[in-house]
């Protein structure tokens, strides 16, 4: 399995941005793909957006257009923007890694970070 960190997180008020980094040690990153997931009080763990290795992108619906994946193999990084928070994207947010799949359910990823804070005031 692959370790992961996050870090990124904060408090902004609506409309600002945040950059969310993931990093991964233990294992080849560049072959994984590197899911975003998210959760808020009281709400199921979802999907956010992933990455695949070979550069695919995937975005769930309520994110499209105001955040972007992207990954630095050569840092072992993914990193999440996102601009033109609400919030509603007020949440804890998780990347987790999966070798050999193109999910977006949280079952089908195997190696999980501890989850970064993002808090969006209005």
């Known amino acids: 399995q692959v370790q992961l960190v996050e870090s990124g997180g904060g408090l902004v008020q609506a409309g600002e941005s945040l950059r969310l980094s993931c990093v991964a040690s233990?294992?080849?990153?560049?072959?994984?793909?590197v899911g975003w997931f998210r959760q808020a009080p009281g709400k199921e763990r979802e999907f956010v957006a992933r990455?695949?290795?070979?550069?695919?992108?995937d975005y769930a619906d309520s994110v499209k257009g105001r955040f972007t994946i992207s990954r630095d193999n050569a840092k072992n990084t993914v990193y999440l923007q996102m601009n033109s928070l609400k919030p509603e994207d007020t949440a804890v947010y998780y990347c987790?890694?999966?070798?050999?799949?193109?999910?977006?359910?949280?079952?089908?990823?195997?190696?999980w970070g501890q989850g970064t804070q993002v808090t969006v005031s209005s």
């Open positions: 233990g294992r080849t990153f560049s072959s994984y793909t």
């Open positions: 990455i695949r290795w070979s550069g695919n992108l």
């Open positions: 987790a890694a999966a070798l050999g799949k193109w999910g977006n359910t949280r079952y089908e990823y195997d190696s």
